[in-house]
């Protein structure tokens, strides 16, 4: 065989090796991705100024909506205390950024929040897909979906219709996360539209679900996700009616996530067979 044509087989291996290794993927793009690190203080409401969404490999430039009522508030190391008096008391989403996080179909998307529910609280915080800046109490919530935590500990899933207070339709995933310290949550559309909901019992700042650390909790029953305009963020369900402020580590929507082994196994042959 001529150097030539051994070197085209070369290639062609490079080839196939690359497609295996990444199962075809598309690359993998970071939307949003904060660790709320800010200086200690209040978070600029909606009718004061604008807090960006953070992250060095955040690519949407646009800012979180706040309520305009009260604050979330900045502790100056890695959390945004939330209050948790009642629907709309302390939310934030991601409106600002107009069409950049929509939902394209056969596209996959990643949503991993960490988070530490306060021992005391008593109402449901709900984050995830929220569909429109009404969070689904007009425009329907067909494709609002979202994770929520029970003020017992419990994990459910809104799949939506309905608006995100309105906890009626919401599935228990059989889980609960361990309230007084950080936990995490993924959520995961993929390229099907398939919703599929993992756990993680600690600090996990990644999208890696096929990790260890995760567990998948899907529960049966949730609709796929249709393409179209939505958004993401965090909004309290209800009033907990103590001082109990939900405490937000980390925020990421990933596009085309990366998790880590590809189920494709490499083609293994020999250029001399």
Request: net charge negative; hydrophobic share 35%.
């Amino acid at each position: 065989m001529n150097r030539s044509a051994l070197g085209g087989i070369f290639a062609l291996a490079v080839l196939l090796f690359s497609v295996a290794a990444t199962g075809g993927q598309a690359q993998e793009v970071i939307l949003i991705e904060d660790d709320f690190t800010n200086s200690a203080g209040d978070m600029p409401n909606e009718t004061e100024d604008s807090s960006p969404i953070g992250g060095d490999r955040t690519t949407l430039d646009c800012v979180w909506q706040s309520n305009g009522c009260c604050h979330n508030v900045f502790d100056g190391v890695t959390n945004l205390e939330m209050p948790f008096d009642g629907n709309w008391s302390s939310y934030i989403d991601s409106r600002q950024c107009g069409a950049g996080d929509d939902i394209v179909a056969g596209v996959a998307y990643a949503l991993t929040v960490v988070f530490t529910a306060g021992p005391n609280e008593g109402g449901n915080m709900t984050m995830g897909w929220a569909e429109s800046g009404d969070w689904g109490q007009n425009s329907g919530g067909d494709t609002l979906r979202l994770a929520v935590i029970g003020p017992d500990g419990s994990l459910l899933v809104h799949p939506g219709p309905g608006a995100n207070h309105d906890l009626t339709p919401a599935i228990d995933t059989g889980t609960d996360v361990v309230r007084g310290v950080p936990q995490s949550v993924g959520l995961l559309i993929g390229t099907d539209g398939v919703i599929s909901v993992y756990y993680a019992n600690g600090i996990e700042k990644n999208w890696n679900y096929s990790a260890s650390a995760w567990t998948d909790v899907t529960p049966s029953g949730i609709p796929n996700m249709a393409e179209g305009s939505n958004m993401v963020g965090l909004n309290p369900a209800d009033d907990n009616g103590n001082d109990d402020p939900f405490l937000v580590d980390y925020f990421a929507l990933v596009e085309n996530p990366e998790m880590g082994p590809v189920p494709n196994e490499v083609m293994r042959w020999s250029l001399y067979d």
